[in-house]
């Protein structure tokens, strides 16, 4: 299984066979608004689950960095402010040294 294309081809198949089961049984599931916003989370918790362990991994620089842009984009900042303001706080020590030496 350390063949990266079995690898692909086994995620590509596991991926659309949950996405044909979610299309098939979506059609017996109640309209009820509850039921509507838990299927809108789902995304979002599917996106959580696979960043998780990365954002546990981070050093502190760069769980600083994470913490600031998720934070400007609550706020409603937009996302090229978080992405530019979050890579300034990653690039800071490269920054800081290069104005120290110049």
Same mark, same amino acid.
């Given at each position: ?9 086994? /995620? =590509? ?22 039921? /509507?916003?838990?299927?809108? /989370? ?23 960095? /994470? ?6 984009? =609550?706020?409603?900042?937009? =996302? ?23």
């Amino acid at each position: 299984m350390s063949d990266p294309w079995s690898v692909f081809f086994l /995620t =590509l198949a596991g991926v659309t066979l949950c996405r044909l089961s979610g299309y098939a049984l979506g059609r017996w599931l109640p309209r009820s608004p509850e039921v /509507t916003k838990a299927l809108d /989370t789902l995304p979002a918790c599917a996106l959580a689950a696979v960043l998780a362990p990365q954002l546990a991994a981070l050093e502190p620089l760069g769980m600083a960095a /994470t913490v600031l842009a998720i934070g400007l984009l =609550l706020m409603r900042v937009g =996302l090229l402010a978080s992405f530019t303001f979050g890579c300034l706080v990653l690039l800071s020590p490269v920054i800081l040294q290069a104005v120290r030496e110049g």
